[in-house]
C-alpha cells in the first residue's frame, strides 16, 4: 500500500488528542450527517460512511463544524469548476519535468500527512501548467480524504529550481480561488508549512502567501536554510533521500503517486458537487454555524 497507516504508536499520540471520539460516537455522528445531507436541496446525497467519517475526523468530530466544510467542499467544485477537470498519465509525465506533487508515505511520529511540492530545473516556462498543478494537487487532497482520516498535514514546499515566471503565474486572483477549493474546502487540518532551498526572491513568495491566509498560519510557516533545519521539523525516517532521510526514493512516491491518480481516474472526474440553482439564498446559523461564510481554516 503506498500510503502507510498510522502505527499502533501513532494511534496512541492520535487518541490522546483532547477532541479525539471513540468509534462509537463517530458513527452516531455520521449518521446524523448524512440525514442532515438529505435536508439540503442543493448538495449531493452521500451514503458513503467511510469518507464521511474521515470528513468529521478532520473537523476533529466538530459535528456543526463538518456541516460547514461539506458545503463549502461541494460550493466550491460547482463556483470553481476550472479546478477539477480531467487530466491524463501523459499530462502528468509531462508536468513532472516541471515539478511535482506528492503524499509521503509516512506519517510523523504524530500522525501527520507530509503533502509536498518539488520543483525541478527546466528553461521552458511555457510548458509550465499551472493550471494542471492547482488540478492535481486538489486531486490528491480529494484522494487522501478518500483513503484516510485527515488528522493532520505537514506542507512541504522544495523551491530549489522555482523560477519568477512560475511565482508570478499564480495571481492574486487564481491564489485565492485555489485556497478555498484546496484548504477552506477541505476538512484539512494544517500543522505547519515549511520551505526549504528559498529562491532569491523568497520575501516576496512569502509576503504574497501571507496575503491569503489566517494569523494562525502565518505563524506556522518556517523558512529553513538548511536541511539540518529541517530535521527539527520533520524526523529524517519520514524525508525521502533526496532531503537526506531514510524514508525511501522521492522518484518512487511520485510514481506510486501517478498510479493512484490514474488508478482512480474514473471516481475523480465523477466528483460530484453542489446543484447552486437549489441552494438556499441564505442558510441557517444554527444550522450550519458558520453565518454564510466559508473562510475559516482548521489550525491546530
Not at 501527520?112 to 521552458?124: E, K
Not at 498543478?133 to 480524504?145: E, K, R, T, Y
Not at 523551491?159 to 478555498?180: S, V
Request: hydrophobic share 35%.
Amino acid at each position: 500500500m503506498y500510503l502507510i497507516p498510522p502505527n499502533e504508536t501513532q494511534i496512541a499520540y492520535i487518541k490522546n488528542e483532547d477532541f479525539y471520539q471513540p468509534l462509537h460516537r463517530l458513527e452516531e455522528d455520521v449518521t446524523q450527517l448524512m440525514e442532515w445531507l438529505t435536508k439540503q436541496p442543493h448538495l449531493p446525497n452521500i451514503t458513503d460512511r467511510k469518507w464521511l467519517a474521515h470528513f468529521i475526523t478532520g473537523c476533529k468530530y466538530n459535528l456543526q463544524r463538518s456541516k460547514q466544510v461539506i458545503d463549502s467542499y461541494f460550493v466550491a467544485r460547482a463556483e470553481f469548476p476550472e479546478f477539477f477537470g480531467s487530466f491524463t498519465r501523459e499530462q502528468l509525465k509531462e508536468a513532472t519535468k516541471q515539478g511535482s506533487v506528492c503524499l509521503f508515505p509516512k506519517l510523523t511520529p504524530e500522525g501527520n500527512r507530509i503533502f509536498c511540492t518539488t520543483t525541478r530545473q527546466s528553461s521552458d516556462d511555457e510548458k509550465y501548467d499551472v493550471m494542471l498543478f492547482c488540478q492535481v494537487s486538489i486531486a490528491i487532497l480529494d484522494l487522501q480524504l478518500k483513503l484516510e482520516p485527515m488528522y493532520g498535514n505537514i506542507i512541504l514546499y522544495d523551491l530549489k529550481h522555482i523560477r519568477l515566471a512560475q511565482f508570478m503565474a499564480f495571481t492574486p486572483t487564481l491564489t485565492k480561488n485555489l485556497l478555498k477549493c484546496c484548504i477552506d474546502s477541505f476538512p484539512l487540518r494544517v500543522k505547519t508549512v515549511h520551505y526549504i532551498n528559498p529562491p532569491k526572491f523568497m520575501s516576496r513568495l512569502i509576503t504574497f502567501f501571507k496575503l491569503f491566509v489566517s494569523n494562525k498560519i502565518k505563524d506556522r510557516i518556517f523558512v529553513h536554510d538548511s536541511l539540518e533545519d529541517l530535521y527539527q521539523h520533520i524526523p529524517k525516517d519520514v524525508l525521502p533521500d533526496l532531503y537526506g532521510g531514510t524514508g525511501g526514493n522521492l522518484e518512487k512516491y511520485e510514481e506510486d503517486m501517478l498510479e493512484l491518480l490514474m488508478a482512480n481516474r474514473e471516481w475523480l472526474e465523477a466528483r460530484p458537487k453542489a446543484d447552486l440553482s437549489r441552494r438556499p439564498e441564505y442558510t441557517k446559523a444554527d444550522e450550519l454555524d458558520m453565518n454564510g461564510t466559508f473562510k475559516q481554516l482548521q489550525i491546530d
